[in-house]
């Protein structure tokens, strides 16, 4: 990717009243107004979009651009060209090495925005300000669109998170990183708008260097924890307290995993402010597991003890109570900081420039998976042991270990891997369960539950605890089973 073809931009929701105040905040510079139209086409089994591309034809005053936008993160490809007639050119830009000669092209959602506009300098930078409101439709399916956008047009990337933070200090701004075409996509594939995020698949060339392999690596957990946050301030519940804490712990395994290649001044306040968000989504997911499944299988069950519909209830209104405080955490000034600022150490912190950094990747998987590996088997035996602290600190490394295993798959053989993970996915589950056992009653008593619903949990934990001798033993025959593996990266 050539500088000249290079996107560099960071994207915000808003609310409406909030855009004024991000224009006058902003530095001065050559305003313009605009209403834009752009309709955005893929053939129909969405070639593009399965390739990470987007297509649009934008209209304005008359004159037509056809853009082609490739890649995901904060850093795209984007082709620009004029054309002529209301279809987009199959000749243009990268365009013929993403279609098939001859592809059927045509118009799947078009955007509708009026822009305010602004270009500046700015700490050596040259930058673009874009206030879009406007809407995305598709068939009889429509979603608004509030959106703040700053985009680099020249200079040094920490320009841009800089007055990002200065921007973010007038007006509630939410890091996202959800394209329009993103957006349009799942309208017309009928998600619902704001629903939970699940982490996607991350696909690593084996050209990539190490500092490319976490930037993507960190890139989709930041992604996954950006849209669930979003869900959970417009809908708080479990599934997006729980996509929210995997993104969460999903960037936290991958500064383990990469710390050889990530040393400089900026990781250890990354590392706490991601400690931060984990810890205050812990206690509300802790009593859904419960609810869900624990409490659950109770009110499903043969015997259901005496109590139990008074403790649903009282679940019920804790959990309530906590979605709430998860969906104010999302809300924070303090979260709203901690994405601008994780995100700009990923992008453009000293670690980059280390030769750690600059080295292949598949030789670094290699070598941290190994640590990996070596660090769980030489806890295997607590497994299989009487002490639940040394059990949970497997736990960890069982996770650590899967996002690894999960970051690094493309750069090996699948079978194998998908071998190796299922042994992961069986540790990890066991000693879920054996966690959640651990859990319940210190969670149970800290509820001040009434007498009735006290008793149920009491019969509930105790009918659990029953089951932990046999989940200690499989958890024992898993761990050896793991340790023992086909390690696929050597």
Same mark, same amino acid.
């Given at each position: 990717m050539t500088g000249e073809d290079r996107e560099i931009e960071l994207k915000f929701a808003c609310g409406p009243e909030g855009l004024a105040a991000v224009l006058a905040a902003a530095p001065a510079g050559d305003d313009e107004s605009r209403e834009l139209i752009s309709v955005y086409f893929d053939t129909p089994d969405l070639v593009l979009q399965?390739?990470?591309?987007?297509? @649009?034809?934008? /209209?304005?005053?008359?004159? +037509?651009?056809?853009?082609?936008? @490739?890649?995901? $993160?904060?850093?795209?490809?984007?082709?620009?060209?004029? *054309?002529?007639?209301?279809?987009?050119?199959? /000749?243009?830009?990268?365009?013929?090495?993403?279609?098939?000669? &001859?592809?059927? #092209?045509?118009?799947?959602?078009?955007?509708?925005?009026?822009?305010?506009?602004?270009?500046?300098?700015?700490?050596?930078?040259?930058? /673009?300000?874009?206030?879009?409101?406007?809407?995305?439709? &598709?068939?009889?399916?429509?979603?608004?669109?509030?959106?703040?956008e700053l985009e680099l047009k020249s200079g040094p990337p920490a320009a841009l998170f800089?007055?990002?933070?200065?921007? !973010?200090?007038?007006?509630?701004?939410?890091?996202?990183?959800?394209?329009?075409?993103?957006? $349009?996509?799942?309208?017309? !594939? $009928?998600?619902?708008?704001?629903?939970?995020?699940? !982490?996607?698949?991350?696909?690593?060339?084996?050209?990539?260097?190490?500092?490319?392999?976490?930037?993507?690596?960190?890139?989709?957990?930041?992604?996954? *924890?950006?849209?669930?946050?979003?869900?959970? +301030?417009? !809908?708080? &519940?479990?599934?997006?307290?729980?996509?929210?804490?995997?993104?969460?712990? =999903?960037? @936290?395994? %991958?500064?383990?995993?990469?710390?050889?290649?990530?040393?400089?001044? $900026?990781? /250890?306040?990354?590392?706490?402010?991601?400690?931060?968000?984990?810890?205050a989504c812990d206690k509300v997911r802790n009593l859904d597991v419960f609810a869900d499944e624990t409490l659950h299988a109770a009110e499903t069950g043969a015997e259901r003890p005496p109590g139990v519909e008074a403790l649903h209830t009282a679940i019920e209104v804790a959990r309530r109570?906590?979605? %709430? +405080?998860?969906?104010?955490?999302?809300?924070?000034?303090?979260?709203?900081?901690?994405?601008?600022?994780?995100?700009?150490?990923?992008?453009?912190?000293?670690?980059?420039? &280390?030769?750690?950094?600059?080295?292949?990747?598949?030789?670094?998987?290699? =070598?941290?998976?190994?640590?990996?590996?070596?660090? #769980?088997?030489?806890?295997?035996?607590?497994?299989?042991g009487a002490d639940d602290t040394a059990r949970h600190h497997l736990r960890i490394e069982a996770k650590k270990l899967r996002y690894a295993v999960e970051a690094f798959a493309g750069l090996y053989g699948r079978k194998r891997v998908k071998r190796y993970l299922r042994e992961v996915k069986d540790l990890q589950e066991v000693l879920g369960a054996l966690n959640d056992l651990v859990t319940a009653e210190p969670l149970m008593m800290a509820l001040g539950l009434p007498a009735d619903a006290a008793f149920a949990a009491g019969e509930i934990v105790g009918r659990k605890a029953a089951a932990k001798p046999t989940l200690i033993d499989q958890a024992g025959k898993a761990a050896n089973r793991l340790v023992e593996a086909d390690r696929f990266w050597r």
């Amino acid at each position: 990717m050539t500088g000249e073809d290079r996107e560099i931009e960071l994207k915000f929701a808003c609310g409406p009243e909030g855009l004024a105040a991000v224009l006058a905040a902003a530095p001065a510079g050559d305003d313009e107004s605009r209403e834009l139209i752009s309709v955005y086409f893929d053939t129909p089994d969405l070639v593009l979009q399965k390739a990470g591309a987007s297509l @649009r034809v934008r /209209e304005h005053e008359g004159r +037509r651009v056809q853009t082609l936008k @490739r890649g995901e $993160g904060l850093v795209r490809e984007e082709h620009e060209a004029p *054309i002529e007639g209301l279809a987009p050119d199959p /000749e243009l830009g990268p365009l013929p090495s993403l279609a098939p000669k &001859g592809a059927d #092209l045509r118009p799947v959602f078009n955007v509708r925005v009026s822009r305010r506009q602004r270009s500046f300098r700015y700490h050596d930078a040259e930058i /673009e300000l874009a206030l879009d409101q406007g809407e995305v439709s &598709g068939g009889d399916q429509k979603t608004p669109i509030c959106e703040v956008e700053l985009e680099l047009k020249s200079g040094p990337p920490a320009a841009l998170f800089q007055l990002a933070r200065e921007l !973010s200090a007038v007006a509630p701004l939410y890091l996202t990183f959800e394209s329009k075409a993103d957006r $349009g996509h799942a309208l017309v !594939s $009928g998600e619902p708008p704001g629903a939970p995020r699940h !982490s996607g698949t991350v696909e690593l060339s084996k050209a990539c260097t190490v500092g490319e392999a976490f930037e993507a690596v960190a890139g989709h957990a930041l992604a996954q *924890i950006a849209a669930n946050a979003a869900s959970l +301030r417009a !809908s708080p &519940g479990a599934e997006a307290v729980h996509q929210l804490r995997v993104g969460a712990r =999903r960037l @936290r395994s %991958a500064l383990s995993t990469f710390k050889p290649a990530l040393q400089d001044d $900026g990781l /250890e306040a990354v590392k706490a402010d991601l400690r931060w968000l984990a810890h205050a989504c812990d206690k509300v997911r802790n009593l859904d597991v419960f609810a869900d499944e624990t409490l659950h299988a109770a009110e499903t069950g043969a015997e259901r003890p005496p109590g139990v519909e008074a403790l649903h209830t009282a679940i019920e209104v804790a959990r309530r109570r906590a979605w %709430a +405080r998860a969906a104010k955490t999302a809300a924070s000034e303090r979260f709203r900081a901690l994405m601008i600022n994780v995100t700009a150490w990923v992008e453009t912190g000293a670690w980059r420039d &280390g030769a750690a950094a600059q080295a292949g990747v598949k030789g670094f998987a290699g =070598r941290a998976l190994k640590r990996h590996h070596k660090r #769980l088997a030489g806890r295997r035996a607590a497994a299989a042991g009487a002490d639940d602290t040394a059990r949970h600190h497997l736990r960890i490394e069982a996770k650590k270990l899967r996002y690894a295993v999960e970051a690094f798959a493309g750069l090996y053989g699948r079978k194998r891997v998908k071998r190796y993970l299922r042994e992961v996915k069986d540790l990890q589950e066991v000693l879920g369960a054996l966690n959640d056992l651990v859990t319940a009653e210190p969670l149970m008593m800290a509820l001040g539950l009434p007498a009735d619903a006290a008793f149920a949990a009491g019969e509930i934990v105790g009918r659990k605890a029953a089951a932990k001798p046999t989940l200690i033993d499989q958890a024992g025959k898993a761990a050896n089973r793991l340790v023992e593996a086909d390690r696929f990266w050597r």
